[in-house]
């Protein structure tokens, strides 16, 4: 038995990795893509239904728990992974992002303020005031009890240089050494979050800040937030060469089939999104060319499964017709069917690239991913290639 | 291999009977208790947990599947049984209770009409227009192509005896045998309904009237619509001895684990009722001895599964504190996990009335249900007697 939070790195390719990073609850292949359950409920499906699709990492929120039911509570039920049901790897976010997401300012109508020491916020739910300090947070991720807990950041805008220089990433790095000053959980590993938006030498100056404390493994924050794809790249390219081999690297709340091809390209073993879950609720299928509207008047009388080449319960129970006519007559079945495809088309897309890599046929894949894209969107008036 | 639509008595206990119906999708063995998938889909919950809990036979119903997706459609796609993806026995109702459930009248608001032809009606949905014949329900129906089909019958107020005798019973014959005059699937058994509201001579002369049409299976509509439980009582005491011994015996939209019990100790083979499905989407969970709101603060801290003799997936897995704050936190899953378990609570009695009833100490049985609830409810503040 590997000693807990170990990476073994099993194969690279360029900077695409395949290993396994040792939890307290079994190890974890990587690279990976985690389901997301915000409020430790992966929406409209079971645990034993995530199991299927393949998840392997399941991620919950701190800001929400931490709100509802509450963390002491989650505690003396025997912590998230008991509370949910869930017996495989756990993750949970600081609930920095969350916080930092409420609207700020100075005014009667800020929802959160944000201090050297920490940051003060409203709940969305009843409007009343809390604070998370790094100490704090701290507390509250050891009584959810994850296999990874983060580190509290700051999470601003990508694009203002000068206060990511001045302000946000000393904030954060301060707070990454309160972190792992207090944190003592021997079962839970506890992640550095690299952050200076779109700009090269603060990514560097960030992952060389951290480096030092010696985390287990570290995330890359403040991306996906409403920058380009080029600018996402860029960052990541400047980020990953700077981080240590031999520790998993996560990229926080990406993405989309394509960020998992072109994150794993860059050097990332641990992705989250909820976009798979969202979409789903919302009447989108996910393939990995594009993505279907099932609630299209198109697929009314289509009896083909939503892809014909995807194994999951609902494309070998379920035509596009029954899932459409679910969505039309608003039963909730249709958000846990779409659920159940969304996330095996990322979970057996995340496999795939897993395997490419451990066999050295990674650039190929990705080559051969693209390919069929642009085929699929060309051929086809079923797909759009944009995701929401 | 028994030919279709026997009904083989497998052993008698006063009324109480246990048997096997034999359907084109298997044997179905009775009693039995039917979740209803309204819409071709048992909300919450997929096929597969359907199986799991134990369901061997699921209600559609004919009026909502007509007017979405469409009968031909769902014929089109193979019927109804592949649309859903449910490969056992499979009832439709004919669309009557809930046609003469929308508003009557003569007035502009009107809803439906009816005379003796048929009944015109306008949809719950966009208002248009729609009529409703014996000969129309048949091929819609045909159509569904379920194992089970009914006849189209008139459903009036259950306490309104002249009307009943001089207007609804004799259409409701009409009728009968109008339907059976058109129904042609070999593969559909097509059963006739007795109605009669809470007189004993109205239900005795519908079934004389009904018997010489020969039906493969007997239906008791018109009850538990608003009447006492001893009014339902004294009218299926006058019904199920009128019924041939030969053939099922249907209590439609029935009810209650108190109702599965007493209609059996009055020789009812099949039930079917929303309750378990629907108090589950608003929190409920049902026990043999009562129910639970869930959303009860007094469940915030409770680490015990629903019902500690349970064993269906949501006892195996998850706390009662668990399932609140899915329901405060307005999670699907909750909803997914109480029908569940509501489901499971209502076929695993059903289970154990068959036992019972098959070992002869089925009057035991009943008893010590009885004994057992009051018990139940005399010594927990948990339990409510009531069902919604």
Redesign the interface.
Same mark, same amino acid.
């Given at each position: 038995m590997a000693s807990l939070f170990t990476f073994d790195l099993l194969a690279k390719e360029g900077m695409a990795r395949a290993g396994v990073f040792h939890t307290a609850h079994g190890p974890l292949l990587t690279p990976v893509y985690a389901p997301v359950g915000t409020?430790? *409920?992966v929406? !409209?499906?079971?645990?034993?239904q995530l199991h299927e699709v393949g998840a392997s990492l399941v991620l919950a929120n701190t800001y929400?728990l931490y709100l509802?039911?509450g963390d002491a509570?989650v505690a !003396? $039920?025997?912590g998230v992974h008991r509370?949910?049901?869930w017996d495989g790897p756990m993750l949970t976010d600081s609930g920095g992002f969350q916080v930092f997401s409420l609207a700020g300012g100075s005014g009667k109508q800020s929802l959160r303020k944000i201090d050297d020491d920490g940051v003060t916020f409203r709940s969305h739910i009843d409007g009343r005031t809390h604070r998370f300090t790094p100490e704090k947070v701290m507390e509250i991720e050891q009584n959810l009890g994850a296999d990874i807990a983060m580190v509290l950041d700051e999470c601003s805008v990508p694009d203002d240089y000068d206060y990511l220089k001045r302000q946000a990433l000393p904030r954060t790095h301060a707070w990454a050494e309160r972190c792992k000053a207090v944190h003592t959980r021997a079962d839970q590993a506890l992640f550095g979050i690299v952050q200076g938006g779109i700009y090269p030498d603060l990514r560097q100056a960030s992952a060389a800040a951290l480096i030092p404390l010696d985390f287990p493994g570290y995330a890359i924050g403040g991306l996906s937030v409403g920058e380009s794809k080029a600018d996402m790249h860029v960052a990541l390219d400047a980020t990953t060469p700077a981080l240590p081999e031999d520790k998993p690297r996560y990229l926080m709340g990406v993405g989309t089939p394509e960020d998992l091809v072109e994150g794993v390209a860059r050097g990332i073993d641990i992705f989250d999104c909820v976009l798979p879950t969202r979409v789903a609720r919302n009447g989108q299928a996910l393939l990995r060319m594009g993505k279907l509207n099932m609630r299209n008047a198109r697929f009314?009388?289509d *009896?083909a499964p939503l892809d014909e080449t995807c194994d999951c #319960?609902t494309c070998r129970?379920? *035509?596009r017709? #029954?899932i459409r006519? $679910?969505f039309?007559?608003k039963?909730? $079945?249709g958000?846990? $069917?779409l659920t159940i495809h969304n996330l095996h088309t990322m979970l057996s897309l995340m496999g795939d690239i897993r395997s490419a890599v451990v066999a050295g046929r990674f650039a190929e894949f990705r080559a051969a991913f693209w390919d069929a894209r642009k085929g699929g969107i060309r051929e086809s008036g079923n797909l759009s290639s944009s995701f929401a």
């Open positions: 409020q430790a *409920s929406k !409209a499906v079971t645990p034993r929400h509802r039911p509570l !003396a $039920l025997g509370f949910m049901g009314a009388e *009896s #319960y129970h379920f *035509s017709a #029954y006519h $679910l039309v007559a039963e909730m $079945l958000a846990t $069917l």
